[in-house]
């Protein structure tokens, strides 16, 4: 019987040498937390306690693939905001001067404004 991780938002991974990531085995990285994790978003998982050879075709394991397969990676998104606020920048700023001058605004503008409430924004006075 496999053992369920108490709670799989606790990082308990922690790996020693962070270096040598890609020379650890794929078992090195799992810990009880991780079918928590699993059984969160829905994965059955009793196919980890099948021979991995056997799993193709499996039910449990095309719906498994089929939810894991759905899972946006973070830092593919975090990568296109990058991306998307680099063109953005370009776009309205001609040179470096004007964009760190823009950053300069804006920062200045969150430093008074505190949230964007209606009643906060009535009372913000501008300069």
């Known amino acids: 019987m496999l053992q369920y991780g108490e709670d799989w938002r606790n990082r308990g991974i922690k790996l020693q040498e962070s270096k040598n990531l890609e020379n650890k085995e794929l078992h090195e990285l799992v810990a009880a937390s991780s079918t928590s994790a699993l059984c969160c978003l829905g994965v059955n998982v009793e196919l980890l306690t099948m021979n991995p050879a056997g799993w193709t075709g499996s039910p449990l394991f095309d719906k498994a693939k089929s939810v894991i397969d ?12 990058v991306a998307l606020m680099s063109a953005y920048n370009e776009y309205i700023t001609k040179n470096e001067r004007e964009m760190q ?23 913000y006075k501008t300069r």
């Open 70 to 81: 759905s899972i946006k990676v973070v830092n593919d998104s975090a990568e296109r905001s």
């Open 101 to 123: 001058r823009l950053v300069q605004v804006v920062e200045d503008n969150r430093k008074r404004i505190p949230d964007y409430k209606k009643t906060t924004l009535k009372q």
